[in-house]
Protein backbone atom coordinates (compact mmCIF):
# COMPACT_ATOMS: atom_id res chain seq x y z
CA UNK A 1 0.00 0.00 0.00
CA UNK A 2 1.65 3.47 -1.38
CA UNK A 3 0.37 6.57 0.18
CA UNK A 4 1.09 10.29 -0.98
CA UNK A 5 0.37 13.58 0.85
CA UNK A 6 -1.49 16.54 -0.87
CA UNK A 7 -1.95 19.94 0.55
CA UNK A 8 -5.81 21.30 -0.16
CA UNK A 9 -6.35 25.17 0.10
CA UNK A 10 -9.28 24.86 2.06
CA UNK A 11 -11.05 27.27 4.70
CA UNK A 12 -13.18 24.01 5.73
CA UNK A 13 -11.15 20.99 5.25
CA UNK A 14 -14.43 19.88 2.92
CA UNK A 15 -13.67 22.47 0.03
CA UNK A 16 -10.88 23.45 -2.45
CA UNK A 17 -11.97 27.72 -1.73
CA UNK A 18 -8.57 29.45 -1.52
CA UNK A 19 -6.21 30.80 -3.95
CA UNK A 20 -2.33 29.60 -3.21
CA UNK A 21 -1.24 32.92 -2.58
CA UNK A 22 -3.67 34.16 -0.12
CA UNK A 23 -3.85 30.55 1.91
CA UNK A 24 -2.98 31.06 5.85
CA UNK A 25 -4.01 27.40 6.49
CA UNK A 26 -3.36 24.02 4.38
CA UNK A 27 -5.02 20.27 4.86
CA UNK A 28 -2.61 17.82 4.41
CA UNK A 29 -4.49 14.84 3.71
CA UNK A 30 -2.97 11.39 3.25
CA UNK A 31 -3.83 9.41 0.38
CA UNK A 32 -3.84 5.67 -0.12
CA UNK A 33 -2.76 5.80 -4.11
CA UNK A 34 -4.58 2.08 -4.90
CA UNK A 35 -7.82 2.93 -3.13
CA UNK A 36 -8.09 6.60 -3.30
CA UNK A 37 -9.28 6.45 0.66
CA UNK A 38 -7.90 9.35 2.48
CA UNK A 39 -7.32 10.73 5.75
CA UNK A 40 -6.58 14.64 7.19
CA UNK A 41 -3.63 14.19 9.18
CA UNK A 42 -2.81 17.87 9.29
CA UNK A 43 -3.67 21.63 9.47
CA UNK A 44 -0.58 24.04 8.29
CA UNK A 45 -0.53 27.22 9.03
CA UNK A 46 1.22 29.79 6.33
CA UNK A 47 1.21 33.18 5.87
CA UNK A 48 -0.06 34.54 2.92
CA UNK A 49 2.26 35.22 -0.28
CA UNK A 50 0.01 38.15 -1.71
CA UNK A 51 0.87 40.89 0.53
CA UNK A 52 0.86 44.51 0.08
CA UNK A 53 3.91 44.78 -2.30
CA UNK A 54 2.50 41.61 -4.28
CA UNK A 55 4.51 38.07 -4.23
CA UNK A 56 7.66 37.31 -2.79
CA UNK A 57 10.61 35.09 -3.67
CA UNK A 58 10.75 34.59 -0.11
CA UNK A 59 7.57 33.72 1.24
CA UNK A 60 6.99 31.09 -2.12
CA UNK A 61 10.14 29.35 -0.75
CA UNK A 62 8.80 29.33 2.96
CA UNK A 63 5.57 28.04 1.50
CA UNK A 64 7.54 25.54 -0.44
CA UNK A 65 9.73 24.41 2.74
CA UNK A 66 5.74 23.93 4.46
CA UNK A 67 5.06 21.77 1.89
CA UNK A 68 8.09 19.61 1.35
CA UNK A 69 6.79 16.18 1.84
CA UNK A 70 3.70 16.34 -0.68
CA UNK A 71 3.33 15.63 -3.75
CA UNK A 72 0.42 17.45 -4.76
CA UNK A 73 -1.01 20.82 -3.72
CA UNK A 74 -4.95 21.92 -4.79
CA UNK A 75 -5.91 25.53 -4.59
CA UNK A 76 -8.62 27.45 -6.24
CA UNK A 77 -6.35 29.34 -8.43
CA UNK A 78 -2.89 29.73 -8.99
CA UNK A 79 -0.48 32.08 -10.93
CA UNK A 80 1.41 30.07 -13.68
CA UNK A 81 5.11 31.01 -12.29
CA UNK A 82 4.49 29.64 -8.88
CA UNK A 83 3.08 26.21 -10.77
CA UNK A 84 6.36 26.43 -12.54
CA UNK A 85 8.42 26.88 -8.78
CA UNK A 86 6.16 23.84 -7.06
CA UNK A 87 6.84 21.78 -9.95
CA UNK A 88 10.75 22.21 -9.69
CA UNK A 89 10.09 21.36 -5.90
CA UNK A 90 8.70 18.01 -7.43
CA UNK A 91 5.13 19.65 -6.57
CA UNK A 92 2.05 19.27 -8.86
CA UNK A 93 -0.22 22.09 -8.64
CA UNK A 94 -3.82 21.66 -9.64
CA UNK A 95 -6.18 24.37 -9.64
CA UNK A 96 -10.33 23.58 -8.82
CA UNK A 97 -12.85 24.89 -7.20
CA UNK A 98 -14.95 22.26 -5.32
CA UNK A 99 -15.48 19.12 -2.65
CA UNK A 100 -12.61 17.72 -1.92
CA UNK A 101 -13.40 14.23 -2.61
CA UNK A 102 -13.87 15.97 -6.68
CA UNK A 103 -10.56 16.69 -6.36
CA UNK A 104 -8.68 14.46 -5.68
CA UNK A 105 -10.15 12.28 -9.01
CA UNK A 106 -8.19 15.10 -10.73
CA UNK A 107 -4.99 13.20 -9.41
CA UNK A 108 -3.67 11.19 -12.21
CA UNK A 109 -1.80 8.34 -10.15
Known amino acids: MSKIK ?3 ASSDGV ?3 THFGKCRRFSIIEMD ?5 FTQVEIRKSERMCGPNGHTQEALNSIKKLLYDCSYVIVARIG ?3 VEELK ?3 ITAIEFVGEVKSALNKIKI
Not at 33 to 37: F, Q, V
Open 6 to 8: IAL
Open 15 to 17: NID
Open 80 to 82: IWI
Open 88 to 90: QSG
Open 33 to 37: TITKE
